[in-house]
């Protein structure tokens, strides 16, 4: 039952980065990518109506997190303390920031809130990533599951390798969902700056194999222990090289899809890798949280099977539904 | 109690605070909303339920009164969500021990919330704001009615969660120490829910509806969009008036009752109570002096309370000298001052509110400009109402955090990860950052208040129909 709850969270948090990755990404790359008053009006107008949704798929990780693995919750939220708190400001500048912009028609207005949303996104997405960074390498967890690590320790070489894994990897995904969405100039030119991340990401990706072992053997023995998981990094790679071929022959919703399909590649990798742990401590530490020591209670994890079960199909349908009224009879392909 | 459990308490105090003054609005003007849409939608002619039929002229009043609210709604439910963010995550950062010890079992009705209610609310505000043009009437009202089922239902499984914090069942403890659910059943049916949630939503309602008077009675005074204001002004302090009543009874009065019956420290607290009674008075005024043990300048009404909680005038009432002193609220005056302080708002607003639908029923409300004043100035004592409803609920329930079973100083992040330096570091931040946003906030419900509904609102159109160039969020 607790392995359950932790493919769930894999899956959860997968399906929050592939959905909020596009609005962070295009975010990320909102200054650069939208130079014009309209083009930016094209942006966060396309994003407006979506984000929140997305963002909901956080929040409810962290209840889920929360519900079934107390311990994690406890020991990783408050040793992240100001990594999380500063994750915390910079989700309300966004959000705000996002929600506003149209309030006011003064250009002035518009072009600080654009710059709150594009650096406020580009920050969190560097966050998630060091943070993703910091789980992959492992915490100086105590052995009543707590620790701390002040904000210059979570900015280790190893996580800020990852924050910018992270940014780039959010960034293409942005750049494609524009490339997908968008009109006229921005479209193309988001399309370029998309095929241009390609590289770094692809560089980044091969880069981080070799620093991943150092940091943490376990992670890739893992994988090579139970050859089945190994779908997971192929996926990735599949689906990176996928990417690269729909970029270059225009195939602009598959290449978006190509791109969901990394993130998701990656991620599982993660979570296989770490598998059982969810929050491990550093190397040679025995105090890791792993499935068997952080989980709650069997009942209470069986009881919100069910409603999790329940839960999880009304939202699809919104989801679906919403997502089809919102992006529907813009057949992007067949527009100029 | 040490630095850094000040300081947590401090920043939650800070943060719960500022946050719920937004989901007040949002709870109590969805309802509205969807009334006005119903009114809207359902109205039109050849609808099969013949009473809901309106004339065309109310039906676009009311179309445009749901529009404007949307619009106020709007800013304000982006202020809920961005400072509501922060509340579950600081369970982790700041309470990590609580969220350790409770987390089997309200992590159950926290992540529930997310799963039922933040999808509905945020997709269906999605539709509700950008729909209008792009979607049929019909889905547009649906969104209305599925943003109140949202945040409803949101409140429901916070409150839930609350109860629980207040009055613990369903659990046992399991061999680290910690809680286990053993009854879903027993969770979701907990006693303290029901009157807890309705006295909650009916304390959101009432703001709602005085937020509605209050926009009626402005427009009237600066002579301005007079037929939607007085159909601001007619709903509001109808609504007003019998949802103040319901507040005092039954939801007040069976809410008092459950802390008198599961939480005797906080009742006598409440009622500055020292002295153990049988046939305890109903204090009116009075400071409570907890040197001396005793009740300084009352007027109290004698045996009242004792009839009030069991309805029986000699019924024994514990008074606080019979409790041991370290399981007192530790701050008996706050939790006394908080809880009359709402009593005594409750009083004013239904006066206030029966005073408007007398002068609605003698046709002379829209005229009466001390009425208007008066009901224009006075929605923000609502908000105080419902936070000082709150401060009782809380700091009535110290110093437990989880009643009867964990101290709150035991529930804080370990010093060693959140130093209290570091919390009153994120205190500055927040505070800052809330003052700047208040700013906002201000700046932005002015404007919309000030460009007012757009008179004669045209029908929502057909799906298919000219797409409207976007830009609402």
Sequence with gaps: ?????????AVMVTVYVVLDGFDLGAGALHLIVARTQEEREEVTSAIGPVWNGNEVWLLASGGVLFMAFPKVYAGAFSGLYFGLILVLWLLIGRGLALELRHQLENPLWRTACDAVFSLSSLGLALVFGVAIGNV??????????????????????????????????????GATFLAYKARGEMRERAARIGRRLWWAELLLFLGLIGPTYAVREDMLNNLGEHPWTLVFPLLAAGALAALFAYQRRGLRGRAFLASAGFIAGMLTTMAAGLYPNLLPAREGNPNSLTVDNAAADSYGLEVAI??????????AAYFIYAYRLFFRAEDPESRA | ????????????????TYHYLFPILTMGLALFIAYFKTVSYAGRDGHRFRLLRKTEAERATAEGAARFWTKIFAVNFAFGVVTGIPMEFQFGTNWAQFSNYAGGVIGQTLAMEGVFAFFLESVFLGILLVGVGRVSARLHWLAAVAVFAGSWLSGWFIIATNAWMQHPVGHSTDADGNVKLDSFGDLLT??????????NMGGAAITGAFVLAAMGAFYLLTDRHHQFARLCLRVGVIAGFA???????PSGDRQAKNVFDHQPATFAAMEGLFETSEGAPLVIIGNPNTEDRELESTIEMPNFLSFLTSRNWTERVTGLNDVPEDQWPDSVPLVYYAYHIMVGLGTILLAIAGLGVYLLWRRRLFTSRPMLWTLMLAFPFTYIANIAGWTTAETGRQPWVVYG??????????????????????????AGLYLFMSLLFVVLILRIVNKGPDEGAPEPEPAGATPEPAGAA
């Design chain 1, 1 to 9: 039952m607790e392995t359950v709850w932790f493919l769930i969270l």
């Design chain 1, 136 to 173: 992959v390498r492992g915490v100086p967890l105590n052995d009543a599951g707590y620790f701390s690590l002040p904000l210059f320790n979570i900015l280790n070489w190893y996580g800020l390798l990852v924050g910018v894994f992270g940014l780039v990897v959010l960034a293409t995904h």
């Design chain 1, 306 to 315: 069910v409603w999790w079960s329940i839960g999880m199909l009304l939202v």
């Design chain 2, 1 to 16: 109690m040490s630095d850094e459990v000040l300081v947590d308490r401090l920043q939650f105090t800070l943060t719960i």
């Design chain 2, 190 to 199: 907990n006693p303290w829910l029901p009157w807890q949630y309705l006295h």
């Design chain 2, 243 to 249: 949802l103040c009543v319901l507040q005092i009874f």
């Design chain 2, 405 to 430: 079973l964990l101290r709150t100083e035991d529930g804080a992040s370990p010093a060693d990860s959140v130093p209290a330096g570091t919390g009153i570091f994120t205190i500055l931040g927040f």
